[in-house]
């Protein structure tokens, strides 16, 4: 059969597509960002043109369409900072007529922002003082006992970072707790190294010896060359050429070396990788806790704050969602991940066999060490820890339903966002008694507020407000009218996934802003209680567990070296369907209780 030379051709031809393929790919990502600009003010210009809204093509539906299509697609592009994009509402709102610039300005500061602000001031003097630091390590000390039991340790990496995660941002307690967990974990690991010196004959064994363990054969201890007896010079010649003969040796096992090493390579290999497994999982437990944590409280994420200031906005004459009615639903929800959380990674990374080998090399000294270091307590964390109390407990109690609450002593004209920016001045008033007329806070301290997601939130408002008053979600309510067939109990957490799946690729804060607006209208259109949906699109907009890129808190852990992306992807992605599973369980149940989710309401 005669060799036509038909198939190299053909393959040339397949291979000139493939390259031409990844030049046009290349080309597309060299100019991601102005296809990514010019893509927003294309898209509202097709809009505008080509879409009728009520039977009128540029209505203001269509034009607040538009506008929503051009801002959504820069918040998911990150075309230009996010904080920027946000504050296009100022100029387009105007522009097209939909509202004045008065009162588009007005959505950038109201109390849910004063939570924002006056909480996250208190939370830089958190971290201005090591308050946190002192609190996780005293609860890392708590949980692991007298015996540092690893399971209980890691329990301790899950609980500490989620409670000072219900207090302070996701980002700020990220950034607080991976370098202490990364400090207790490269302890973990000399103090490993110094178990196996204890093991061998040989003092001057170190890390990277113990590392060529993995690619050394077994022998067996009855062929292991017994030790000098002499010793003398002979031999500390050996230790200290001991580096330079390892890197020409085939084996760990030189008979120049002298080493009589009473673990075989076995032991030690399974000892190594039980301790990276552990550091796997200490690190996850950080990167999934202060997630898990922000959903425990009103403040704990930005995202829970978006949906107070939303449903304030959207249903008026409705009472507001208060601090403790998110708790009493958010704690338990909180807690029911965080020990799935935790039992999840044990059973994953740190089973009953790897305890031992994990137990000899944690040194509770070491840490007790490290919170000795701290000294003792200052007037200034004593001060900052009590406002952080007085301030938690103002929040619980200005509102207890039926039973009232010290709100109504000031006729509910005191919000929450007041007694956070009264605790925020305090910090501005009281000497911190470090150094004559030094107050507990200054402004140069708060420079790393985080306006952008003030400006994120403002921006929400603003546009949840155009959508309402242009008609834009009267329009939308109309055209899902399908939904009514839809079985209720699947509704919500059909939603769940859909927000939890866009957050992976979106930041939180921008899916709750364009997702909320939309599941009030689903809600109102299929006859049930708004807050149901809201609620649920607000929670799984924080289920960002599984891509590094999702939330800083992520980056922030990748960052560390010790996790791979299959790790986050696999636990990532169970720790979601979980959490999807218990939103839809505790929604209709537990969250019908607290807040009442039992009748519709209409706006």
């Known amino acids: 059969m005669e060799d036509t030379g038909e198939e190299p051709l053909l393959g040339q031809q397949q291979g000139q597509r493939a390259i031409g393929l990844l030049r ?25 043109f080509c879409v009728k809204i009520h039977g009128d093509r ?37 522009a097209m007529e939909l509202a004045s610039a008065d009162d ?39 949980f692991g006992g007298s015996k540092m039991d690893p399971r209980l340790v890691l329990l301790g990496f899950c609980a500490g970072p989620a409670f000072v995660s219900m207090w302070i941002s996701n980002t700020a307690a990220a950034i607080m707790m991976v370098p202490m967990s990364i400090g207790v974990l490269h302890k973990l690991e000399s103090g490993h190294i110094s178990y196996i010196q204890s093991h061998s004959l040989c003092p001057t064994c170190g890390a990277e010896d113990v590392q060529r363990l993995e690619s050394v054969p077994s022998i067996p201890s009855g062929n292991l060359p017994p030790l000098s007896p002499a010793g003398g010079a002979e031999d500390d010649d050996r230790k200290n050429n001991h580096s330079s003969r390892l890197s020409k040796q085939n084996s760990f096992f030189s008979r120049d070396f002298n080493i009589h090493l009473l673990m075989n390579k076995e032991e030690v290999a399974a000892e190594v990788a039980h301790i990276a497994n552990f550091g796997r999982a200490v690190v996850m437990a950080i990167m999934f806790s202060v997630t898990i944590g922000g959903l425990a409280t009103l403040t704990g994420s930005s995202t829970n704050m978006i949906l107070s200031g939303m449903w304030s906005r959207e249903f008026p004459s409705a009472a507001p969602v208060t601090y403790l009615q998110w708790f009493l639903f958010g704690f338990p929800l909180a807690l029911c991940l965080l020990i799935f959380c935790w039992g999840m990674l044990c059973l994953r990374y740190c089973r009953a066999a790897a305890v031992p080998a994990i137990s000899h090399s944690l040194n509770r000294a070491s840490i007790e060490e490290e919170y000795t ?12 820890l009590s406002l952080f109390v007085i301030l938690a407990a103002l929040w619980l109690t200005r509102s207890l339903g039926t039973v009232g609450g010290w709100g109504q002593l000031f006729d509910g004209y005191v919000g929450d966002g007041s007694v956070s920016i009264l605790v925020a001045t305090l910090l ?6 470090l150094a004559p007329g030094e107050m507990l806070m200054d402004w140069s301290s708060c420079k790393k507020l985080p306006w952008d997601i003030v400006l994120l939130l403002g921006g929400g408002f603003a546009l949840a407000e155009g959508i309402e008053t242009s008609g834009l979600s009267a329009w939308m309510t109309q ?72 939330t800083p808190p992520n980056a922030i852990a990748f960052s560390t070296g010790y996790l791979r992306i299959v790790d986050t992807l696999t636990m990532g992605l169970v720790l979601k369907l979980f959490g999807l599973v218990a939103i839809s369980i505790l929604m209709p149940t537990l969250g019908a209780l607290v807040f009442g989710l039992n009748q519709p309401l209409s706006k």
């Open 104 to 142: 588009v300005a007005m959505s950038y500061m109201n109390d849910t922002i004063t939570i924002f602000i006056g909480s996250f001031v208190l939370a830089l003097a958190v971290e201005r003082y090591q308050v946190h630091r002192r609190l996780a390590l005293r609860m890392l000390l708590f």
């Open 479 to 550: 055209n899902m009218g399908f939904l009514n067939s839809a079985p209720y109990l699947l509704v919500a957490p059909a939603a769940g996934l859909l927000v939890s799946i866009t957050t992976e690729f979106t930041s939180n804060n921008a899916t709750a802003t364009i997702f909320l607006p939309l599941l009030a209208d689903i809600a109102l259109s299929i006859g049930i209680h708004p807050l149901y949906m809201m609620l649920t699109g607000t929670i799984t907009a924080s289920f960002a567990f599984m891509l590094p890129i999702a």
């Open 58 to 94: 540029g209505g203001p539906a269509s034009r607040m369409l538009a506008i929503l299509a051009w801002i959504c697609i820069w918040w998911v592009s990150e075309a230009i900072p996010i904080a920027i994009t946000s504050l296009a509402p100022l100029c387009l709102l105007p």
């Open 428 to 433: 501005f008033v009281i000497p911190n008694k």
């Open 24 to 48: 046009a790919w290349r080309t597309l990502t060299a100019y991601k960002r102005a296809i990514s600009i010019a893509l927003g003010p294309l898209a509202a210009l097709l809009i505008l």
């Open 373 to 384: 270091s701290l000294g003792p307590t200052s007037f200034a964390e004593a001060s900052v």
